[in-house]
């Protein structure tokens, strides 16, 4: 295969043509290698080809280099395993990329890792798309992250599995949304 300096001068073309094999076969320091103009040329199938195991490898700056159409087209195992760290590092862009299946991919430890910032760039339409458990796993402070534009969205199923605490600032938060209106 390639060597972590070879992985560094491959071209455009030879990007765009590595197959599953040679995807899957890629080392954590060979897929550390990777520029993020290299990262941005992966389609659909080769961001597919990743093995969930392989997701932990990628740096920060790789991560943030990431398309919304290639966030979008990581499987929901691949997103379960991108790591606390990794998640925190997720930008609006990527955020509002997330699909249904995506969103409920994330665990406990994942929901809890993401910052205010992160969830106040959720799509209102997205808000739905969290489980019972995962609604349960937002922190006070991530419940004040929600945006008056966001806190409508969250559905009478939802709403009960909120810790009764946090129920009530979203309340008030909805009430004060309401009078502004």
Not at 2 to 26: A, G, H, N, P
Not at 29 to 48: C, G, M, N, V
Not at 75 to 98: C, G, K, N, R, V
């Amino acid at each position: 295969m390639y060597t972590s300096q070879k992985i560094k001068s491959l071209t455009e073309k030879k990007i765009k043509s590595l197959t599953e094999k040679e995807i899957q076969s890629l080392s954590l320091e060979q897929i550390r290698a990777l520029a993020p103009w290299q990262i941005r040329l992966f389609t659909s199938d080769q961001i597919s080809w990743f093995r969930p195991s392989q997701i932990t490898n990628f740096t920060k700056i790789q991560i943030q280099t990431f398309t919304k159409e290639q966030i979008s087209w990581f499987t929901p195992s691949q997103i379960a395993q991108f790591t606390s760290d990794q998640i925190s590092w997720f930008e609006w862009w990527q955020i509002q990329a997330l699909t249904k299946n995506q969103i409920q991919s994330f665990s406990h430890a994942d929901i809890s890792s993401f910052t205010s910032d992160q969830i106040s760039w959720f799509r209102p339409s997205q808000i739905v798309e969290f489980t019972k458990n995962q609604i349960q796993s937002f922190t006070e402070e991530q419940i004040q992250a929600f945006t008056i534009e966001q806190i409508p969205y969250f559905t009478p199923e939802q709403i009960p599995h909120l810790h009764q605490n946090k129920f009530i600032f979203l309340q008030q938060n909805n009430e004060k949304f309401l009078r502004e209106k």
